[in-house]
C-alpha cells in the first residue's frame, strides 16, 4: 500500500486498493485475514503534510473469548492518517502539535507513503478485547468442555458460570 507523493496532484488523488491477504502480515497469532484487504479514501497534499482519509473493509476469523470456536469477524473502520516527512532535525514528538486525537500521526520517507502500518493497526484496533461469537454466547462447560451453545451437557451448572473460573480458561487457552 505504496503511494508516490508526486502522483498526489493539486487536486488530490482518490485511490482505492486491494490488498491481497496473503501479502499482508497482521503479526497476531489469535487472528488470521480471510478476506482481501480493501481500502478506498483520497490523499491529500498539503506542503510537506500529506493527509489520508479513507475507509478499510476486511474479514478475519478470530476465536471467541468464550466458547473457543473460530468465526468470522468483519472490519470497517476509518481511516485517517497525516504523514510528515521524516528528517534529521525534526521535531522532537513532544512538541508537534497534534491536530486531533483520532488521526493517526506517521512519517514518510523521501517520495513515497506507506499505508500498510495504518491499516495494520486499525484493523488490530477493531478487534475488541473480548471477541464474542454472539452476544449471549453460553461459553464452555468449565467441568467437560462441551460448547454450551451446541448442546447442553449433563454436568450440574450453577447460575452461569463462575467469572473467575472463565478468566483462568482463558488464560491456559494461552499458554498452549
Ligand atoms: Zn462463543
Ligand atoms: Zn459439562
Known sequence: MIFDIEKIYEEGLDFEVLEAKERFNLDS???????DIKVQGRLEKSGQT??????????????????LSDFTFLVKGDLKVHFTPREENSKPADEVELTSQDIEQEF???????LSSSVRDLILLSLPQVILCQEDCAGLCLECGTNLNKKICACKHEGSGDPRLAVLQQLKDKLK
Open 108 to 114: 514518510y520517507n523521501e517520495s513515497q507513503i506507506d
Open 50 to 67: 500529506i493527509l489520508c482519509q479513507g475507509s478499510l473493509e476486511t474479514g478475519l476469523t478470530v476465536t471467541c473469548t468464550r466458547c
Open 29 to 35: 497469532p489469535d487472528s488470521v485475514l480471510t478476506e
